[in-house]
């Protein structure tokens, strides 16, 4: 099966700088990449997601990268806000197998005021 | 919308006893329902994947026996964790998938279980 593994496992950033946190996967039939943000003791929320076909996305301050051939994808958030911090997870779906999210280890990031 | 609700959102039960949690999309009708376990400061863990009308696949290491899973319609799924005991302990969260939302899966808030 898949395998999704994420680093950091924890960041800590001062506000307005940027933080980054790269997954990589290992199954190359993987096309769908989302990222969640997860508060604590509250349900993942989509934050932003890219495509197989698309080498990036930027949403305002989020943008997401993927690079097929080495099979990483990476979270970019910059003007890093106190409100951004949350822990937040990395996903890879194998479309022909009915849509099963597989999960990185998630990062806790925290902002610094 | 894609509001997907669980209930209940916390229980608290003895050793030995069987509970039931309900997951239900409110305003979609979901194809595939998705079940994760996650323990405290540590991933979601896929448990199964639940279609509508057939039997939910399992992931490697998940005790269907333990874990009853039932789709009976495409707005509710529901996980029964049987004769729970305290390793169960754990908060589940489902998800509901449907292909007219752009791929995406859309999370209830999550049952914190408590086994005693």
């Known amino acids: 099966g898949e395998n999704v593994e994420q680093h950091p496992s924890t960041l800590s950033v001062q506000e307005g700088d940027s933080a980054v946190i790269k997954c990589t996967y290992s199954?190359?039939?993987?096309?769908?990449f989302p990222w969640y943000k997860q508060e604590l003791g509250k349900r993942p929320q989509l934050i932003i997601d890219?495509?197989?076909?698309?080498g990036e996305k930027k949403d305002q301050r989020i943008a997401v990268t993927l690079n097929k051939t080495a099979k990483h994808f990476s979270l970019h958030i910059t003007e890093t806000q106190p409100e951004d911090s949350a822990v937040y997870f990395c996903a890879a779906s194998l479309s022909n197998t009915g849509n099963q999210f597989y999960f990185g280890t998630g990062t806790s990031l925290t902002v610094i005021p | 919308g894609a509001v997907v609700s669980q209930h209940p959102s916390w229980v608290i039960c003895k050793s030995g006893t069987s509970v039931k949690i309900e997951c239900r999309s409110l305003?979609?009708?979901?194809?595939?329902m998705f079940w994760y376990r996650q323990f405290p400061k540590q991933s979601l863990m896929l448990m199964a994947t639940?279609?509508?009308?057939?039997?939910?696949?399992?992931e490697q290491g998940v005790e269907k026996d333990k874990f009853l899973i039932n789709h009976a319609s495409l707005t509710l799924s529901t996980l029964t964790v049987t004769s729970a005991h305290p390793e169960d302990s754990s908060f589940y969260i489902c998800?509901?998938?449907?292909?007219?939302?752009?791929?995406?899966?859309?999370f209830g808030p999550g049952t914190r279980l408590t086994v005693l």
């Open positions: 998800s509901a998938y449907t292909s007219g939302k752009n791929n995406e899966q859309f």
């Open positions: 305003d979609f009708q979901a194809t595939t």
């Open positions: 890219i495509r197989s076909n698309v």
């Open positions: 199954d190359s039939a993987s096309n769908y």
């Open positions: 639940s279609n509508e009308g057939s039997k939910a696949t399992y």
